[in-house]
């Protein structure tokens, strides 16, 4: 099936910096990615939808200038918390959108990135 | 707008079956996922039914009634490793998934 990674897995950072998520399409090209939020013992909840040249559009009450999203090629998109704060900590998903239809599953997730804010 | 609901958590005994049902209101529908989640990990996909029916899949079946806004998940001979959270995710408009609340599961020897 269709691998999507992120990167990183993992990252610790101090209150008020900003971080940057990665999410790949390794084998396939993805106009459309999403990305979401989960918190602990949650589901998750689609942040924003990220297209291939041009502008993501995001969910009602996410902050479109403190969650800058980037969708430059097809392959790539990128997730930038900006001036981050301890109340951003969460497991932060993207998923790829395969092109085509008729196929049964459309979305694939990458494996997350942890975030934890000081 | 969109509703998905599913029980929060549920409990099972090792070989036994359990069902989780998940009901649905939504403005627009292009089929209905079901996904296995570990703490920590992302979402795996288990199952997609977008006409009325039953699927089966090894030791999983996923069950659709359009009419109803109606699913269930069945997982028979349960293992351990099957503890975990169960998302319900219905496909609307722009491939677009919403999901529900995920029921989790403790299977118990």
């Known amino acids: 099936g269709a691998v999507v990674s992120q990167h990183p897995s993992w990252v610790i950072c101090k209150s008020g910096t900003s971080v940057k998520i990665e999410c790949r399409s390794l084998d396939f090209q993805a106009t459309t990615m999403f990305w979401y939020r989960q918190f602990p013992k949650q589901s998750l909840m689609l942040m924003a939808t990220s297209n291939e040249g041009s502008k993501a559009t995001y969910e009602q009450g996410v902050e479109k200038d403190k969650f800058l999203i980037n969708h430059a090629s097809l392959t790539l998109s990128t997730l930038t918390v900006t001036s981050a704060h301890p109340e951003d900590s969460s497991f932060y998903i993207c998923s790829a959108l395969t092109p085509g239809s008729g196929v049964q599953e459309t979305q694939y997730f990458g494996p997350g990135t942890r975030l934890l804010v000081l | 707008g969109q509703n998905i609901d599913q029980p929060t958590e549920m409990t099972a005994t090792e070989g036994a079956i359990v069902q989780i049902n998940c009901t649905y209101q939504?403005?627009?529908?292009?089929?209905l996922f079901w996904y296995q989640q570990h703490a920590g990990e992302a979402p795996t996909f288990l199952s997609y039914n977008v006409l009325d029916g039953l699927e089966e899949k090894g030791r999983f079946s996923s069950f659709l009634s359009r009419s109803k806004g109606y699913s269930y998940l069945l997982l028979k001979e349960l293992q351990m490793k099957d503890s975990a959270s169960y998302l319900c995710a219905v496909r609307g408009a722009g491939n677009m998934l919403t999901f529900g609340g995920g029921t989790r599961l403790m299977v118990k020897p």
């Open positions: 939504t403005s627009g529908f292009n089929g």
